[in-house]
């Protein structure tokens, strides 16, 4: 903590300072908090110079902030860090890190506006300190698409990217328009998102030997960062619009990066330091990586329907994040925790597990509650999972009152179209006609409020659904080939075997027993792969029919037996569910979490 400063007051022959700092910091690796501040506080005493006092709030502020919840006093020695040290020459260090320090506290205690002016004061002194004007920009772009100014936020990293070329930190600029890209992404702009990323793939592709003046190791750690940093973008790129089957090279080539980066040969993140000052940047580190590329191949398992290899990934991604925090704490960690959970829990449903689902709503509900920050950005998503549950359950009512919650309580137009749907499907099951012709506008395919492929799909199947109901076969035949179609482009699993399985219900309606069986036996194929038990239950239902209208006792029979082992399956695991404490969770919609 304290090692640089101790060599330079040595050789004053203040010794007061150096048994103050060296008895602090003993106190400090103790875990001995209140005796560490006790320690720098008695520094103010001996009336040090200001270089010293400006140095100690600093340090006072940094444990203050990490180690207790004082927040307030915290706020005060780091304050008084960045007045005392913006005048002052040589200590850059301390200056900068107190601004930065100082406007994390803001944030935090949700004064957003007052971190923005320390920065934007600390990032106009810092013209001349490369490093550290690079990294107040990084934060203040943070700050500002924290609050959702992103307008705000992209000229600041365009500020961020021409700084970085003039002073030619070319890969501290390659991360400021990859964060640019991740805006766009964010904000839903792949018109603007697709000529960035673009652009700067050759840049990548050709970064070793453009740079290798700067020594090629570090060269090549540069450029397998950025590499990671564009594929995650592209990545994200293709699952946000519902591309299951176009994302698949890139996704295995991501894989593969992290691979090399987690190599034991490979260097450590600090050897990055090697490079120019400005260019002493990650945009995550690789421990942070390795657990984000697990994430996005759950997303894409659970996207694609292979549930198994999404559990799987689940597994091993929570592991690797409970080995992490076991060291620090990192709100991003806590993030990728909380997105695992909420994929693992639509796993469940989708296999027929209502028991680990609602046991795992729990463990979210917990993960929530402990962090209001995350509980804001996540409620939609928790209400909406709370809706597929009590869908699941055929609690229609519990179902739509979570559905609604989630479409007040989002801002996100991919969750309320997502949502609209499956309250359309909670008003076909229980026949209000009406009330599923007032949603229409929002789930039209042809109009409907989403760039995703897969979302398109799904509402074509919905409305194939509602025709079907309807007795409509012919429109439903319509749709439903819709759905096909698209499914089968993109390798959407769920969706494919759903539809084949309502087509040979169709046939089975209008007694056409060769088609049905057409449709239905790929579907139980496709469903057993998935697996999705209630998709495997209704293609058993109608192959027993099926066996029996073609005089076939002895397959009638196996797969009366299928059916009823599905059926029995299903309905022991309903029960357990309702049993649990966790199942009340369908009633909560508002005000703190019922207690289990």
Same mark, same amino acid.
């Given at each position: 903590m304290c090692s640089g400063t101790v060599g330079i007051m040595s050789d004053t022959g203040d010794s007061w300072y150096v048994a103050l700092l060296g008895l602090a910091e003993s106190f400090r690796q103790a875990n001995n908090i209140k005796e560490c501040v006790r320690c720098l506080t008695a520094v103010f005493s001996f009336s040090p110079p200001p270089v010293i006092v400006a140095r100690t709030h600093l340090q006072l502020g940094n444990i203050l902030h990490t180690k207790t919840n004082n927040q *307030?006093?915290?706020?005060?020695?780091?304050?008084?860090? #960045?007045?005392?040290?913006?005048?002052?020459?040589?200590?850059d260090e301390v200056k900068f890190e107190a601004a930065s320090l100082l406007a994390k506290t803001h944030d935090q205690t949700g004064d957003q506006a007052g971190g923005r002016d320390i920065l934007i004061s600390a990032i106009e002194l810092s013209q001349s300190n490369e490093y550290w004007h690079c990294r107040l920009t990084f934060q203040l772009a943070s700050l500002h698409s924290a609050v959702l100014d992103y307008n705000s936020a992209h000229t600041v990293l365009q500020t961020g990217a021409d700084y970085a070329f003039l002073h030619?930190? +070319?890969?501290?600029?390659?991360?400021?328009?990859? !964060? $640019?890209?991740?805006?766009?992404?964010?904000?839903?702009?792949?018109?603007?998102?697709?000529?960035?990323?673009?652009?700067? !793939?050759?840049?990548?592709?050709?970064?070793? @030997?453009?740079?290798?003046?700067?020594?090629?190791?570090?060269?090549?750690?540069?450029? /397998? +960062?950025l590499q990671m940093f564009y594929l995650v973008l592209q990545v994200c790129y293709y699952l946000m619009v519902g591309q299951v089957k176009s994302v698949k090279a890139v996704l295995k080539q991501l894989q593969q990066s992290i691979q090399t980066i987690t190599a034991p040969d490979w260097p450590v993140d600090a050897d990055l330091s090697r490079s120019r000052e400005a260019d002493q940047f990650i945009w995550m580190p690789r421990e942070h990586l390795c657990v984000l @590329?697990?994430?996005?191949?759950?997303?894409?398992?659970?996207?694609?329907?292979?549930? /198994?290899?999404?559990?799987?990934y689940t597994d091993k991604a929570i592991?690797?994040?409970?080995?992490?925090?076991?060291?620090? *704490?990192?709100?991003?960690?806590?993030?990728?925790? @909380?997105?695992? @959970?909420?994929?693992?829990?639509?796993?469940? %449903?989708?296999?027929?597990? =209502?028991? $680990?689902?609602?046991? /795992?709503?729990?463990?979210?509900?917990?993960?929530? !509650?402990?962090? !209001? %920050?995350?509980?804001?950005?996540?409620?939609?998503?928790?209400h909406t999972l709370l809706g597929l549950y009590a869908m699941s359950m055929n609690c229609m009512e519990a179902a739509e009152s979570q559905l609604n919650a989630a479409l007040r309580t989002s801002k996100e137009r991919e969750l309320w179209t997502f949502a609209n749907l499956n309250l359309a499907i909670v008003y076909l099951r229980q026949r209000r006609d009406s009330d599923f012709m007032a949603l229409l506008d929002r789930i039209s395919p042809d109009q409907l409020p989403s760039s995703s492929h897969c979302m398109k799909a799904a509402a074509y199947y919905i409305h194939g659904l509602q025709a079907f109901f309807s007795s409509q076969y012919g429109e439903s035949k319509r749709y439903l080939?819709?759905?096909? =179609?698209?499914?089968?482009a993109e390798d959407l699993n769920r969706l494919t075997s759903c539809s084949l399985v309502l087509l040979g219900h169709i046939f089975l309606s209008l007694g056409n027993a060769k088609e049905s069986m057409n449709m239905v036996t790929p579907a139980m194929q496709l469903a057993s792969k998935i697996p999705d038990v209630h998709?495997?239950? #209704?293609?058993?239902?109608?192959? $027993?029919?099926?066996?029996?209208?073609?005089?076939?006792?002895v397959r009638e029979q196996e797969g009366q037996a299928m059916h009823s082992n599905y059926s029995q399956t299903l309905l022991k695991d309903h029960f357990a569910a309702t049993q649990l404490q966790e199942h009340q969770l369908i009633n909560w919609t508002d005000g703190n979490f019922p207690q289990f």
């Open positions: *307030d006093l915290a706020k005060q020695h780091l304050s008084q860090a #960045w007045y005392i040290s913006q005048p002052l020459q040589g200590i030619q930190a +070319y890969y501290t600029r390659s991360l400021f328009v990859l !964060s $640019k890209t991740m805006l766009f992404l964010c904000e839903r702009r792949f018109q603007e998102a697709n000529p960035l990323l673009q652009q700067i !793939s050759p840049d990548i592709e050709n970064w070793v @030997v453009s740079y290798q003046h700067q020594g090629q190791a570090v060269a090549a750690q540069q450029k /397998e +960062y @590329v697990y994430l996005v191949t759950v997303m894409h398992s659970m996207q694609a329907g292979f549930m /198994e290899k999404a559990e799987r592991v690797q994040i409970s080995k992490l925090k076991a060291h620090t *704490d990192s709100p991003i960690l806590s993030t990728f925790h @909380v997105m695992l @959970v909420e994929h693992m829990i639509q796993c469940r %449903l989708v296999m027929g597990n =209502k028991t $680990k689902a609602i046991s /795992e709503l729990g463990i979210l509900t917990k993960l929530l !509650s402990s962090n !209001s %920050l995350l509980l804001t950005h996540h409620r939609a998503q928790l080939r819709e759905t096909l =179609k698209m499914a089968n998709v495997q239950l #209704w293609a058993s239902a109608i192959l $027993k029919d099926l066996y029996r209208m073609q005089g076939d006792p």
